[in-house]
């Protein structure tokens, strides 16, 4: 049976649904307005289907992938407040995820100023700070999966800044993170919706950016064929536990299951580059990951003697050609780790249909896998075919 928190916030949603939704009537739409107190309702619905087939077995499987509504707004001048929950990544007992859940101060000298304290993302990762809702593949490229040491969102505090006309850009972030202690897997997860065997710790990461050629969104696609911009960007994070659940190591610091490893410590480093521009956008980015387990000669999944090291590499590509209708798109992905026999790669090729932007679309792709999970010779092919709407 749901927990009392899961049901009081079942309750608000519904009653948040019943009262507001009818009343949007496209992305975040303001229902109240008044001076600076305003309130504003939306929501991401995306359902997705996936066929996977790998040693000649294939898998399939229709979901929502996402259910986001949003409740947002400001009753106090220069302060904002976001609450996001998720319905499709509702798993066990746990029939809500939490997902944004924070007020920012906004009320700097400098415009671009904000200082956020709650759950929100980590500043590592350029394809997981793009947001779901404009993501040029139909599933987030292996950078972007916290399963594969990307800090998902910390519970803390945030802060971020522009200067020079929005030509720079920098972010912090410090605050509690946790880690699902599964051996073939780096999982970060917030702390918010956690589990009884996850590892609690600490995370602190920053972030630093510039764009040349004039402020440039994370969105992926380039619907207007707009003027070029460019982005280039360093990140890093560090994590460590806090050791006060260990679940899968014993008193005499030995493992007790030998596909669960706790982990002691991590970091990592990111450095990436995205161009939008006449029809094409494009992100490249490169990770460099370091984790240590509690149980020092854990071997299996990534980990070898108590030790891992992964690099990520993905990059994607689309072009408009049919501007603000029809985009064409590729990529191709790299992951490889210390314990893996062979590097895994992918290479996903795709189209997305555009109704109204990114509020409506349909996207599809292929994905061709080598070495899936490292394993030499292991085919990972995936069909994924996704409906978003927006309001």
Do not use: C
């Not at 939704?21 to 996936?50: H, M, W």
């Amino acid at each position: 049976m749901p927990s009392p928190a899961v049901r009081a916030a079942r309750f608000a949603l519904l009653l948040s649904a019943i009262v507001l939704l009818p009343l949007t009537a496209s992305a975040g739409t303001k229902v109240f307005e008044d001076g600076d107190t305003y309130i504003e309702a939306g929501a991401r619905i995306q359902i997705q289907y996936n066929r996977a087939e790998s040693g000649g077995e294939a898998t399939d499987e229709i979901m929502f992938r996402r259910i986001r509504p949003y409740l947002a707004g400001s009753l106090t001048r220069n302060w904002y407040g976001k609450v996001e929950f998720d319905f499709g990544k509702a798993s066990d007992a746990d029939e809500v995820a939490l997902k944004d859940a924070y007020f920012a101060y906004t009320g700097f000298n400098r415009e671009g100023y904000a200082r956020t304290i709650g759950n929100a993302k980590a500043p590592f990762g350029r394809e997981f700070l793009t947001s779901s809702k404009k993501l040029q593949r139909a599933e987030i490229a292996l950078v972007g999966d916290h399963n594969y040491g990307t800090l998902d969102r910390v519970l803390g505090l945030h802060l971020a800044g522009s200067e020079s006309e929005g030509r720079f850009g920098w972010g912090i972030s410090a605050g509690s993170e946790s880690h699902d202690p599964s051996s073939d897997r780096m999982d970060f997860d917030t702390p918010v919706n956690g589990q009884s065997d996850w590892n609690e710790g600490w995370a602190a990461s920053a972030r630093v950016e510039v764009f040349p050629m004039g402020p440039m969104k994370y969105d992926q696609g380039d619907l207007k064929h707009s003027d070029p911009k460019v982005s280039l960007a360093l990140a890093g994070y560090i994590w460590a536990n806090d050791d006060d659940r260990n679940t899968y190591t014993d008193s005499d610091g030995e493992s007790e299951n030998a596909t669960k490893a706790d982990l002691d410590q991590a970091t990592g480093l990111e450095a990436s580059a995205g161009f939008r521009g006449k029809g094409l956008s494009a992100d490249a980015e490169l990770h460099r990951v370091h984790g240590e387990t509690v149980v020092q000669d854990f071997t299996g999944g990534l980990y070898q003697n108590g030790e891992t090291n992964l690099t990520l590499f993905s990059g994607s590509a689309g072009y408009m050609l049919v501007q603000k209708r029809l985009e064409a798109v590729v990529g191709y992905d790299i992951l490889d780790a210390s314990n893996y026999a062979s590097t895994w790669t992918t290479l996903y090729v795709g189209a997305n249909v555009f109704l109204d932007g990114h509020n409506l679309k349909f996207q599809g792709g292929y994905s061709l896998g080598r070495n899936a999970n490292g394993v030499t010779d292991q085919d990972l092919n995936q069909v994924t075919l996704l409906a978003a709407y927006v309001f």
